[in-house]
């Protein structure tokens, strides 16, 4: 016999209840955008299991029925999947009755040494996120349009380029963020603006902090990778509005994947 919890889910079940119409996840779970389709995956699902919509000890639902909530192909869903596994959120077991159980932990990867620097400034960083989606973006515009009116000479384009491929080109985690991090900045200074050099500073020390306390997630590195091209490109060629608007979507998905793992 099985009990029913506030989601809706037969606890203990493997999606048994999945053509029921009172399911609270399907009132919550929305259809993603395909840009960040990983990211906002990993941020639906982690704030379900966080509210109790899948508690502690009870099985996600199938694949299948997953992923048409949340509109994203079933490899897409595997692979936040994975990312939340990672964290110390789900365990998925093999062979009959087998299925992804959610584990009751927070979803912090306390191994990660960054973890405890956030006791006591969830607030202050949730906030640092939203002033890096203001002033990063700004800061990409800005480079551009100096890009487009030849104020960026040929030395300072060579290094915008330098710092994405040593981005692209890093061989662990460690060296990854810290060249993440250069390549950010060097489009702060590529804008001419000291002020934006010291906000992005600020917004970049703020994110390394976050990052810490969560694993590296290959899906993630890629696509942020595809969306540094776009940037660099952009404000090479000048393209203001294009450059603004890709490096909003890149601190969108960040802060989307950091609000899933950590809350």
Do not use: W
């Not at 810290?178 to 020390?205: E, K, N």
């Not at 979507?249 to 950091?258: F, G, K, N, V």
């Amino acid at each position: 016999m099985t009990t029913k919890d506030p989601s809706g889910l037969d606890n203990g079940s493997t999606g048994a209840t999945t053509g029921s119409s009172d399911r609270l996840d399907r009132a919550v779970l929305r259809p993603v955008r395909a840009h960040h389709a990983f990211e906002a995956c990993v941020e639906q699902l982690a704030i379900a299991i966080r509210l109790g919509i899948y508690p502690p000890g009870s099985m996600l639902p199938p694949e299948r029925d997953l992923a048409g909530l949340l509109a994203v192909s079933r490899a897409t869903l595997r692979e936040a999947i994975t990312a939340l596994r990672s964290a110390g959120v789900l365990q998925t077991r093999r062979g009959r009755g087998g299925g992804t159980v959610v584990l009751d932990s927070v979803p912090v990867d306390e191994k990660h040494s960054g973890a405890s620097a956030l006791a006591g400034r969830q607030h202050d960083l949730r906030d640092a996120l939203d002033f890096r989606a203001i002033v990063e973006p700004g800061a990409a515009a800005l480079a551009a349009a100096r890009c487009a009116r030849d104020e960026v000479g040929a030395g300072d384009r060579r290094a915008l380029e330098t710092a994405l491929a040593s981005v692209e080109g890093a061989p662990d985690e460690a060296i990854h963020r810290r060249a993440d991090s250069i390549l950010h900045l060097t489009i702060a200074r590529l804008s001419g603006s000291a002020r934006l050099i010291t906000a992005v500073t600020a917004a970049q020390d703020d994110l390394h902090t976050l990052l810490q306390a969560i694993p590296v997630l290959s899906r993630n590195i890629k696509h942020s990778s595809s969306q540094h091209r776009s940037i660099v490109t952009a404000i090479l060629t000048g393209n203001e509005s294009r450059a603004s608007r890709v490096m909003h979507q890149h601190c969108s998905d960040t802060a989307a994947l950091l609000r899933g793992l950590l809350g």
